[in-house]
């Protein structure tokens, strides 16, 4: 199978992670679910949702906080998906930002942690471990989507009915502690 | 944008294939570093330059090798003569021909031949416009970090990739991700997979 083929075929696996990502980011503080792991993962301003049916294709809702709006959960009931997404990952007292792209789960506007070294290679090198541990909590989290998904397509898709249902009547709220705080 | 410094956008590949030594992985940069332009009608040219300045080329093989990363550049650079510019030029050159050798009519291929040498005179003149696509190879993981993010520079790196590397490049998505996270679920059955339906009755 050609990489553009093979890119459409995932699509809809890459928009679902990021509801993933933004289902526990409400409700389970942004944790990976993995044991020890103390990161969390949360939706920043920036959400933009697709669709190929309907009269509206795309939806782009910015500032403020968009993954509580009553907007995002009404478009996500008309079957509109998240095609990309700004997201907050904190660690400790490090912190990326960026935006998932859900079909090729590209990393943009990568913003890392300061670095430390002062010469070029340093800096390289500061930066490098910094990409790769980013990724690494991303990856982590993909995992425990994949088992989730794999294992129990239909409990996903229902807790995942409810969570909207329940967002489109402004009743979704932060349930989860942050991993730091338990 | 740079993997050194700012915020950044990028992608990642798999990389398949036998992992060059480093004498090969030198080779492979020097064959293909970047060459500036030279006469001629070129539009476009690119190849393997240094992370650290695009002037650099072959890139520097004690800066190369960054503890398991290859790090490197592409440079593609552009030349181009503004449309308008050249058909101006052109008008000129052939009215002052037609009066210099009293010629009624100048034929297609003179044309031809007179606009591409107006071409080759005005490229001379034209500075390039360099882009500059950073590459870190993680050779041990088969990872390869790099910033080109439009369609037309990922086309470049991946075929000039292999021609100097002899290793194919494939986009990181979700479905060939999740077969290198996870292999032991099949990539066969999340393709198989129903898309989760969200849609509710009642909107």
Do not use: Y
Not at chain 1, 121 to 140: I, Q, V
Not at chain 2, 121 to 132: A, D, F, N, S
Request: glycine residues 8%.
């Amino acid at each position: 199978m050609k990489p553009l083929e093979l890119m459409e075929q995932g699509r809809f696996l890459g928009e679902e992670f990021l509801l993933w990502l933004w289902l526990r980011s409400m409700t389970e503080g942004g944790a990976s679910g993995e044991d020890g792991d103390g990161s969390g993962c949360f939706v920043d301003d920036s959400i933009q949702l697709v669709s190929e049916r309907g009269e509206v294709k795309e939806i782009s809702l910015r500032k403020g906080n968009p993954s509580e709006s009553r907007e995002a959960f009404e478009a996500l009931s008309r079957g509109m998906r998240p095609a990309k997404m700004k997201l907050r990952i904190l660690s400790g007292d490090l912190e990326w930002v960026f935006t998932l792209n859900a079909a090729t789960l590209d990393m943009g506007a990568l913003k890392l942690p300061p670095s430390t070294g002062k010469a070029p290679h340093e800096r390289l090198h500061d930066r490098l471990f910094l990409l790769e541990e980013g990724a690494g909590h991303l990856e982590r989290r993909l995992k425990g989507f994949l088992h989730a998904r794999t294992g129990d397509p239909e409990g996903l898709q229902e807790s995942m009915q409810a969570w909207v249902r329940a967002g489109r009547t402004g009743d979704v709220l932060p349930a989860g502690e942050a991993p730091w705080q338990s | 944008m740079s993997i050194l410094q700012g915020t950044v956008s990028l992608k990642r590949f798999l990389v398949l294939g036998p992992v060059p030594d480093e004498k090969d992985l030198q080779a492979g940069l020097e064959e293909d570093q970047f060459r500036p332009f030279q006469d001629g009608l070129e539009e476009e040219r690119l190849g393997w330059c240094d992370w650290r300045n695009p002037l650099i080329t072959p890139p520097d093989e004690n800066w190369v090798s960054q503890e398991r990363f290859a790090v490197f550049s592409l440079r593609i650079d552009t030349r181009r003569v503004p449309t308008t510019l050249l058909k101006a030029h052109v008008d000129l050159r052939l009215q002052s021909l037609q009066k210099e050798k009293d010629l009624a009519f100048i034929g297609k291929e003179a044309r031809i031949s007179l606009a591409d040498e107006v071409k080759v005179e005005l490229l001379r003149k034209v500075l390039p416009t360099p882009r500059v696509v950073e590459v870190a190879w993680d050779l041990k993981g088969g990872i390869l970090w790099t910033t080109a993010s439009s369609s037309k520079a990922q086309g470049a790196l991946t075929s000039l990739f292999i021609k100097s590397f002899g290793c194919e490049i494939h986009p990181l998505a979700p479905l060939v991700l999740s077969g290198r996270l996870c292999p032991e679920l099949p990539v066969e059955g999340l393709m198989a997979l129903d898309p989760l339906d969200l849609e509710l009755e009642e909107a």
